[in-house]
């Protein structure tokens, strides 16, 4: 049975050796946001903007190849240290994408970050946002090694 647009969901998940604290902050640092928000590796780079606040709007543009590729989003939820949840709006999701980000203290200075987006265009969007969040889980581990 082919799922609808709507159905279509992902969830990638990671332990991260640090605190749950860093480890969600470094959600909403702009600085923090350009070292790992990079699913295609060192060569790729980024900027990124934000507001963090619920309703605050933020931007990232990763650079790949020369090719600048734009995603942005609107806060829907921030639980200090616990969720997140925004709008993400790329060439490659539909402008109704969510995703929502759970951090869980495993033990002290083990945190485990859980990450569901849901809408997209095709199984292939799909699958290509599972490798590119994965990429990104691991980015986020070696930027706060």
């Known amino acids: ?20 604290q860093k480890v969600f902050d470094a959600w ?3 600085s923090m946001l350009a ?4 699913p295609g590796g060192k060569d790729m780079t980024a900027k990124a903007s934000n507001d ?11 650079t790949d190849d020369g090719k600048e590729i734009p995603h ?7 639980d200090p240290h616990s969720r997140l949840a925004f709008t993400w ?3 490659h ?3 109704d994408s969510v995703v929502t980000i759970d951090f869980a ?4 200075g083990i945190t485990e970050v859980t990450l569901h987006q849901v809408k997209f265009h095709s199984e292939q969007a799909r699958d290509g946002h599972r490798g590119g969040w994965t990429a990104i889980l691991e980015a986020l581990e070696d930027t706060l090694g």
């Open 1 to 20: 049975m082919v799922k609808t647009l709507n159905e279509l969901e992902l969830t990638v998940s990671r332990k991260i050796p640090a605190p749950r």
């Open 28 to 30: 909403l640092s702009p």
């Open 35 to 38: 070292k790992f928000m990079r």
């Open 52 to 62: 963090p606040v619920k309703g605050g709007r933020f931007s990232i543009v990763m």
């Open 72 to 78: 942005a989003g609107t806060y829907l939820e921030i």
């Open 89 to 91: 709006e790329s060439p």
């Open 93 to 95: 999701s539909c402008d």
């Open 105 to 108: 203290e495993l033990e002290p």
